[in-house]
């Protein structure tokens, strides 16, 4: 079977819809999850997609409108997930770095999910996957100016805790 522009595009897209679920889902069973039930939805809306809209974008959108039904869901039923803890820590996608690369890339992680829900969609999309901040803001459903102060306090915020840690950039 061969895939058509749409489905080739999905496929293509799949390392940046990782990375964004890791940003939404700290846990990397759930973030696989998530990059699974966004694919499927895409799929599913194919028919919705209008030609000339960034495939990335509305793949992002879909992806965040899962992750807020699910946590609505998660606070309505009141489900309890394990902390994560050294025997299920994440495994980072660059196994090849050394160790003093891998300290400052789980450094960086670790500061990006720190950060407040608002700030840590910003960086992701913007800083990580490259959105442009009006393409961010309509994945985000926010006015562009409220991106753009979410990015800056997020901003700063890395700055701050990665210099308190010592890592530079």
Do not use: C
């Amino acid at each position: 079977m061969r895939l058509d522009d749409f489905q080739t595009g999905l496929v293509e897209l799949l390392p940046r819809l990782r990375r964004f679920a890791r940003v939404l889902r700290p846990h990397d069973a759930d973030a696989q999850d998530l990059v699974q039930q966004t694919v499927e939805r895409a799929l599913a809306a194919r028919s919705r997609f209008r030609t000339g809209t960034r495939l990335d974008s509305w793949a992002f959108t879909i992806m965040r409108r899962i992750a807020i039904d699910e946590a609505r869901s998660t606070v309505r039923w009141g489900r309890v997930v394990s902390p994560e803890n050294e025997t299920t820590a994440r495994v980072l996608d660059a196994t090849q770095a050394d160790e003093g690369l891998r300290a400052d890339a789980l450094a960086v992680r670790d500061a990006i999910h720190a950060l407040p829900e608002d700030q840590r969609y910003a960086v992701a999309l913007v800083l990580v996957e490259g959105l442009s901040y009006a393409e961010a803001a309509q994945v985000l459903g926010v006015p562009a100016g409220t991106l753009t102060s979410r990015l800056v306090r997020g901003r700063q915020s890395l700055k701050q805790t990665l210099a308190a840690q010592g890592v530079t950039g």
